[in-house]
């Protein structure tokens, strides 16, 4: 295959070979709504989708609503959720964002953006992952894995998040956005590994600018040494945090 020239040319490439590996790629976390999907997303930050999967059974069983959450015990809901690491900061997110439904938006989810941002512990990731997975609408989420493929096929050189969203959002229709971002992810996890990506096994590695030239990095030693670290491996980083509204 030809190298294409170009960001916008190398995007459509990606695009299609990652349609072809991963056609019915679908979102890790589960969830049976659009709350759901919300606290779940909050949760996994710093967080193996795994065990955030473990928590929220019993997490919605206890509170299923927004007005139920809201309500809810602060030293119960860290209990429950306490195995996501964070769990401090997690619970006040999610008590702050079910008190922002219930007040701003009568107990229901927002679809726009802008209205997704002013939820505590929701940022444009978080509102991106939800306006995609749950309502089917535009939203190209920008977690680790999609900021570092992003940068090493050279769609981008953005390092902020949201640079790097609308730069991609520039080289991808509105409908396909959602599955791009589960795709790059899911290829991120399977093949281009932060520190040692596999690229002599890339399906990409033809048309990649990066193919064989990603420098394996040590470990740090936080990462080494850290507890945190080796129980909660990082799967996507935080939110910038947001004071929650109570
Ligand atoms: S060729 Fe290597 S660096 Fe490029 S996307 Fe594939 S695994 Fe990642």
Redesign the pocket.
Known sequence: MARPRGAQARADVVRATLADLYPDVQCALQHRNAFELLGATILSAQCTDERVNMVTPVLFERYPTASDLAAADPDELETIIKSTGFYRAKAKSLLGMAAALEASFGGEVPTDLDDLVTLPGVGRKTGNVVRSVAFGLPGLPVDTHVGR?SR??KLTNETDPVKAELELNAMVPPDDRGRFSLRLIEHGRR??DARK???AD?E??MI?P??GS?VAKPKSKAVTTSKRARTTPPATPPEPAKAPRR
């Open positions: 493929l090493r096929l093949v281009c990506p596999r690229c890339c990409l590695e990649c990066s193919a990603v």
